[in-house]
């Protein structure tokens, strides 16, 4: 086995039939989707209007409530940025969690600077059978009258942790406030009805649902608040003037597709994730002693579970962020060089701070940097995280060897 893919809170694969679906747009069908003065650009026009048609479809909302980005990053900018600076927009306070992902921070950091107070909640920690989840009393006491904008993440990218969204959206709704989710680790891995979960506003991203990159939406649904977004991209008025620039029709084909898969796989997709991280848990807490995992507890003794007691999990099924005792994350990805493993988010992979959201559940410094996070996927089998196992316990047992 030459390279395991487990990093699939990053990236996922492009599943094949996406790409199937995508490769006669980098040839025949290259006329820009806004030409509507021939024949090809008509095509190109209804091809990708049914797209979008197939993925407002797969959150419940229809075409006008969908704006095409280039992913979550894009999405959280414009939802933060066109809600909170629109010229109508009164409000001076945001609510969100310590938790988020940096694509929603760094736009929260550039609002506190200019004038905005942005409180980040904290979340429970371990022990708590719910570490990483915020306590709703907490968000109750927070959001008030002034409030522009509640953003909660949906999913966390690193511990799996699912927030309490609906219980969310009713305490936003006692005083009309917004509430706006990043839901890019969620969309794929559960199902999302926008209406049902109450929020106004929700951010996905093609590549993390077996999509293309450069790819994923912004979800505005009013419902009985009203949203006054402004645009951050202008140009040529494409999107009801609320995101210019050609549309993407090659990635949005792929991620329409992408999301009928998911659909369609869903209870696969969710067991088979469950019962892999079932199998990596139980292996490896039996081989290394003191072994801890991050996030949310769930019902160990569960094996084959029904798709319904997947999705009753306060986590993703597909996640498992592991803290081993004395070693670091980063020593031993370098001892086994065959996994594609990752400390935190790709998008810190690189920086030396131990994750702002390992270090919210209590987790120290020490410990975060011990942290390796697995992310699994429709691609991955038994046997390879099997494999994987053995190569982490091989690598565990020589590098605690050198500590005392
Ligand atoms: C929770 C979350 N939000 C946002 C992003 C950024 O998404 P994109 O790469 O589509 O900009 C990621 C990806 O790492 C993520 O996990």
Redesign the pocket.
Known sequence: MSRIYLDN???TRVDPVVVEAMLPWMDRLYANPGSTTHEAGREAKLLTENAISSIASHFGVSNDEIIIT???????NLAVFGLCQHPRQKKRKIVSLAT?????LGPLERLAKSGFEVVYLPVQKHPSSQAGIVDLQRVADAVDADTALVSV?L???EIGAIQPIREIASICSRFEVPLHT????AVGRMPIDVEKLGVHLL??????VYGP????GLIVHPTSVPIRISPQIVGGGQQMNLRSGTLNSMGIIGLAKALELAASFCERDAKLVFELRNLMWSRLSTSVDGLLFNGPSWDEERSTPTLDQVNSERRLAGNLSLCFPKVEGQSLMLETPSLALSSG???TSTDAAPSHVLRAIGRSEDQARATLRVGFGRFNTREEVNFAVDLLIRAYEKLSAFVA
Not at 70 to 76: D, F, K, V
Not at 100 to 104: G, R, T, V
Not at 203 to 208: E, I
Request: charge should be negative; proline fraction near 0%; include cysteine.
């Open positions: 809170h990053a990236t280039s992913g979550a990053t894009e999405s959280n988020e992902h940096q694509a929603l993440m999913a966390n990218n990043d839901a890019s680790q951010s996905f991203s093609g590549h993390k990159k450069g790819i994923g988010s790709a998008c």
